[in-house]
């Protein structure tokens, strides 16, 4: 079964139920257990052509399947090196099934050598096995499908700041506060020593992010004026072209670097003005930074690294994350366009699955 969702139109989808495929010699069939959904995966869709995220799990001329984390178990495999029954995270179709083509098959994992996703980036395409994962506890599955990824991403932009010296700053701005992937990274830059980190929401949102207690301060985006002055930077989740003109225009020249990371305000995006002042906004690509530091410290240095700085970021999100568990097609088109209309509240997330 496949969720799927119409490329011009995101708030039209639906199922379609076929048999699976049988796996020809040297592929491999995965059963989706579970995955996680979070506004990074409506940010696929929005960008599934320009960004070719549809092109990870094709389907029929129109029609997408959007990306999500999860875990999956080979459920039948016509590859010499992979068993049935080995147990993997990585990047899966909202489907019950995904037919791989398994390549550098070894005890961490293997990535899909299917010929569509060869030119895409390498991050998306590998799967690792659970039982050689440093990351991979089996009291945190949720945890790991709904923000790993995300907490991935915050680990490289902390990481990225931190080696260019904050850019002269010390004081880290981020719209959309309240999104995983920005607590994320002020959960990481509150750690780090003389830097305020402040926090642009929705009013809305306001108490949670506070109660967050990773943010020196809290400011609601109908308040920009309100923000403190000094060098900036800013880092941009939001993708709103109101907010990021108001940012620039508050700081102007006193704004050092302006990042831009994720698009959570979809319906809300626009094209840079020329005349925007400050620094362009630079986009932050997460794979883009993962193979400069795999390069530098090893793909195992990495690893580890961010297997460090996990553990207690999960700790810290169980005092606040309550994760919804839905089954069936129902519940996930329900989360789906709850979620691609806003309509969740921040403390709150969906793991979901199609299993037959
Ligand atoms: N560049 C990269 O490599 C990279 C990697 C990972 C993630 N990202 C991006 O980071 C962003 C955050 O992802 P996430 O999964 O962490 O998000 P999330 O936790 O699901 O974010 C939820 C928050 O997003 C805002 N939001 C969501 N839907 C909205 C809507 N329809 N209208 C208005 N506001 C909405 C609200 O925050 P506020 O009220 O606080 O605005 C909401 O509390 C995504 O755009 C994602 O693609 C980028």
């Known amino acids: 079964m496949d969720f799927l969702i119409a490329k011009d139109d995101l708030h039209r989808c ?29 940010t696929y869709a929005v960008f599934g052509q320009a960004m070719s995220y549809w092109d990870f799990f094709p389907a029929e001329e129109g029609w997408g399947r959007v990306p999500m984390w999860g875990f999956a178990e080979v459920s039948a495999s016509a590859h010499d090196g992979l068993q049935q029954g080995t147990r993997v995270f ?26 569509h996703r060869a030119r895409l980036p390498p991050a998306y395409n590998n799967y690792a096995r659970v039982e050689h994962d440093p990351v991979y506890d089996p009291a945190q599955e949720d945890a790991q499908m709904l923000l790993r990824p995300l907490f991935f991403t915050s680990y490289l932009i902390d990481d990225f700041l931190g080696e260019a010296g904050l850019f002269g700053a010390s004081t880290v701005v981020l719209a959309s506060a309240s999104s995983k992937t920005a607590s994320a990274l002020a959960y990481l830059l509150s750690r ?8 642009l929401t929705s009013p809305r949102s306001a108490l949670f992010v506070e109660a967050l207690g990773v943010y020196d301060h809290v400011v609601p985006y109908d308040d920009i004026g309100s923000l403190p002055q000094g060098r900036v930077v800013f880092v941009d989740m939001a993708g709103d072209a109101a907010v990021r003109a108001a940012v620039h225009e508050h700081y102007g020249e006193e704004l050092t670097h302006s990042a831009v990371v994720g698009a959570t305000h979809h319906d809300r995006m626009g094209e840079v003005p020329d005349s925007l002042p400050g620094p362009r906004p630079k986009f932050f690509f997460a794979p883009d930074r993962a193979t400069k530091r795999s390069a530098d410290w090893g793909r195992e240095g990495l690893e580890s690294r961010l297997a460090d700085a996990w553990r207690p970021y999960v700790e810290w999100t169980e005092g606040w994350l309550r994760v919804i568990h ?7 088109e329900r989360a789906y366009l709850d979620l691609l209309d806003g309509h969740i509240d921040p403390a709150s997330a969906h793991v979901l699955s199609l299993r037959r």
């Open 192 to 199: 780090r020593e003389g830097v305020d980190v402040v926090g």
């Open 14 to 42: 639906r199922f379609e139920d076929a048999e699976p495929p049988e796996p020809a010699p040297g592929q491999a069939l995965l059963a989706v257990e579970r995955f996680g959904l979070t506004a990074n995966n409506i």
């Open 90 to 115: 990585g990047y899966l179709p909202p489907s019950s099934e995904l037919l791989v083509t398994p390549a550098r098959v070894g005890e961490h994992g293997f990535s899909d050598a299917s010929e």
């Open 326 to 332: 839905g089954e069936g097609p129902q519940s996930l």
